[in-house]
């Protein structure tokens, strides 16, 4: 079996990285950071790959993913797990850092999408999965252009998965609260300056809990997949809140306030 991985140099893509390896799957490890990409490889094995990959390149995204599955004869997982945030008051962020949250945590995953989607096809099975995040099934204040992306990545894996079905081929979208890895202490991108940017670790925390450890949120990624789990929500109490955000919305959005009202005043 195989797998191609996109963002697998760090965070959530290094430890599936790890994971599909352990499996006996041969992996290609896909990063804009190739030597992130070939450390990672390296511990993964002899049977696992990497490349340097900027997923905001449909050209290139489509070349890798159509080698990789050339060369192995088959494509049975793709991993969409790439992405950035980008946190801020929603007035205080410039356009061109929406424009680049958008190219990189949604377009980023459709490339990957149109890319492995016509093989898996073709083969007649494979799967698909897109890390979403929490973030794209409730409100996210001061993460308004993550919310954006991440909604919208949930909306494409969803609707996808009923096309796909009944050709083979499954879809399932990863939606985690905050997760221990370098993107939850990570400033925004250096060219954009958004003074209002929250403290994403002391915010998060409030919203949803202490972060997750990365290696059971894999490990629980793993489990629902083998399962063909459609939204994998994780860990436990982002599955209660997300019940709660459809039971109780007025209630999900008032400890939303005032989590957003404590952290406006930390950051003063």
């Not at 489509?62 to 980008?86: H, M, P, Q, S, T």
């Not at 377009?107 to 897109?130: E, F």
Request: proline share 5%; charged share 20%; with cysteine.
């Amino acid at each position: 079996m195989t797998a191609f991985v996109t963002g697998g140099g760090s965070g959530i893509g290094k430890a599936l990285s790890f994971a599909l390896s352990a499996r006996g799957i041969t992996v290609c490890v896909s990063d804009l950071n190739l030597n992130a990409a070939q450390a990672v490889a390296v511990e993964c094995g002899p049977r696992a790959t990497a490349i340097a990959l900027d997923v905001c390149d449909a050209d290139a995204v489509k070349v890798g993913i159509e080698n990789f599955a050339a060369g192995n004869g088959r494509l049975d997982y793709i991993f969409n797990n790439a992405g950035i945030g980008i946190a801020g008051e929603a007035n205080d962020i410039p356009l061109d850092a929406w424009r680049r949250i958008v190219d990189i945590n949604l377009y980023g995953v459709l490339h990957g999408v149109l890319a492995a989607y016509p093989i898996m096809l073709k083969q007649g099975y494979g799967h698909i999965v897109n890390t979403a995040s929490l973030a794209g099934l409730g409100p996210a204040p001061l993460f308004a252009p993550y919310a954006l992306t991440k909604h919208a990545v949930v909306g494409l894996s969803t609707s996808l998965r009923i096309e796909a079905a009944s050709k083979g081929v499954r879809v399932s979208v990863v939606c985690p609260a905050a997760v221990e890895t370098p993107l939850l202490d990570s400033d925004n991108p250096a060219e954009f300056k958004i003074g209002s940017a929250p403290d994403s670790r002391r915010f998060l925390t409030a919203l949803a809990g202490p972060p997750y450890s990365v290696e059971k949120c894999v490990q629980e990624i793993m489990e629902a997949v083998d399962k063909n789990k459609s939204v994998i929500v994780l860990p436990a109490r982002a599955r209660m809140a997300w019940r709660m955000g459809r039971w109780f919305p007025a209630l999900v959005e008032m400890l939303s306030r005032s989590a957003l009202a404590n952290e406006r005043k930390a950051i003063k």
